[in-house]
């Protein structure tokens, strides 16, 4: 639909309490520690919009780190499966970037690809996304070259650029006209004010470099780009689009709980085999499947990639591993 509104600086408040007032959580960055990351806000004075982006990525909003999935009680020789309701609660994320926004996209390719996740799109389904256009980036951005752009609005309900007075608010979808549409005096009419957006040059083509993967699955490049790596896992744990899960029984002698929790595949305990065998032990073979996942199987298997070029993973990474400048490396034939 992309319908562009005007929304003044002084009305981002009024959009805030309406929203609140509709009974819906509003997550949205906030300067805390020295850092801005996403917490819930009462009014807009809290937001911090200045920051180019949060260290953690906002997925745990649809597929939290920790969630029960399963209960169960023993008693009488018998067994008492019990289903759990997801919890869905109404929230608008505010303020999360372009490259944010896009993740969801990913995610929801691994989540309805076979079977449809109750639990995840019961959340997805209660989730607004008003994202932000970037003005500025640093060197980990690299959003441009795998499909997206600081402008994009792939993933937003509501796109807002700042510029002079407030924010080009553009309607992208159904359920961001229906947020705009609560409080209609503090969207106005388009006044044509020009978009200005980061300039990004692209770095990489994405298409290349899936292509060069065909051919280099046992380069010794792998070796020598993961010998800083620890396999802490970090890069997983902030990345917007990544998705591998454990499943955890919790239970005593009377009764028992499953949980779904995060995980990733750069640690060594991901495959090994109870007989005690690793079908990727090094961390060589652990940091090509990673780079292998996003930019080969993803898009063999959903037409389209598992990366979204926040640079999360770079920024977290404490042996400072930039994984543009190592897919640039990969990319090249």
């Avoid at 609140?20 to 807009?44: F, S």
């Avoid at 009764?255 to 005690?276: I, K, M, P, Q, V």
Wanted: hydrophobic share 40%; aromatic share 8%.
């Amino acid at each position: 639909m992309a319908e562009t509104r005007f929304l003044p600086s002084e009305s981002l408040d009024t959009f805030v309490k309406a929203l609140r007032r509709d009974g819906r959580r509003v997550l949205a960055p906030t300067a805390r520690d020295g850092r801005a990351e996403l917490n819930p806000v009462e009014a807009a004075a809290e937001i911090d919009l200045e920051g180019l982006q949060t260290a953690l990525s906002a997925k745990e909003t649809v597929f939290p780190k920790v969630e029960r999935i399963l209960e169960y009680s023993l008693s009488g020789g018998g067994v008492d499966l019990r289903d759990v309701a997801p919890k869905a609660e109404p929230t608008v994320l505010l303020g999360v970037r372009p490259c944010d926004a896009a993740g969801f996209g990913a995610l929801d390719a691994v989540f309805n690809w076979d079977t449809r996740d109750r639990f995840f799109n019961a959340r997805r389904e209660a989730l607004a996304i008003v994202a932000v256009a970037c003005t500025r980036a640093d060197d980990a951005c690299f959003c441009t070259s795998v499909g997206g752009g600081p402008g994009s609005t792939a993933g937003s309900d509501i796109l807002l650029t700042p510029v002079q007075g407030g924010f080009l608010a553009e309607l992208v979808t159904e359920k961001g006209a229906a947020l705009a549409a609560l409080c209609p005096d503090a969207f106005r009419p388009d006044p044509g004010l020009e978009k200005k957006v980061a300039d990004l040059p692209m770095a990489f083509d994405h298409a290349a470099l899936t292509a060069s993967l065909q051919g280099r699955f046992e380069d010794p490049l792998w070796e020598r780009q993961s010998l800083r790596c620890l396999g802490c896992g970090a890069c997983a744990f902030v990345c917007p689009s990544c998705v591998c899960f454990d499943l955890v029984e919790e239970a005593d002698a009377r009764e028992g709980r499953r949980l779904r929790t995060w995980d990733t595949c750069g640690t060594a305990l991901f495959t090994l085999h109870a007989s005690g065998h690793n079908p990727r032990e090094s961390q060589a073979q652990r940091w090509r499947q990673r780079v292998y996942h996003k930019f080969s199987y993803y898009p063999e298997r959903y037409g389209r990639l598992g990366c979204v070029g926040c640079g999360k993973c770079t920024r977290a990474c404490p042996v400072d591993m930039d994984l543009q400048e190592h897919l640039l490396e990969a990319a090249q034939a």
